[in-house]
């Protein structure tokens, strides 16, 4: 069994993670034909893999995955945020997320041996954020899809089809 410092540090990753789940649903199908699209569309095929991988692990340690309703709250106004505050938002996002990177980084060598492969993989696609968002913020839309096509290959999968408005296509996941 996990220790009680790892499961309180893993509840909120995995409130973390229904956060931006919601955020970035809400923000891809509000920015669709927007140049920002292709970052929130593709951390929105990325939070898709997490929350298959997170509930899993949460159901094995114990712990609900449902996100609260301050989490609920709290996703609804940030993906509320105008197109021109866009740049500033993930600007301030990527900041966060770079320190929360090392807080995860902690979080993996007090966590269970035994789930290494996991905890591995929850540094890695907070790395991937941060690759992403960088992209993003160099106005280098055209790659980030490329860039998570790399990650979401090397653990088995194919790229989600998770579509919104017009565009939307069955989801192979």
Known sequence: MPSKAFLKGFRHEL????????TVRRMAGRLEGDAWFAF??????????????????????????????????????VSSVPRFLMRSLVAY??????????????????????????????VEQEDLQIELMRLALEGRHGEIAARAEDFFLRYGRAVPRVGFGERAVASGN
């Open 15 to 22: 409130a973390n993670r229904s956060f931006a789940l919601i």
């Open 40 to 77: 929130w569309k593709t951390y929105w095929d990325l939070e898709v893999l997490n929350a298959r991988r997170y509930e899993a692990a949460a159901l094995i340690w114990g712990l609900d995955p449902a996100p609260g309703i301050a989490t609920r709250l709290k996703a609804r106004l």
């Open 93 to 122: 996002v990527h900041r966060e997320t770079i320190a929360y990177a090392g807080w995860l980084r902690d979080l993996r060598k007090v966590g269970p041996t035994r789930a290494s492969t996991f905890l591995d993989y929850m």
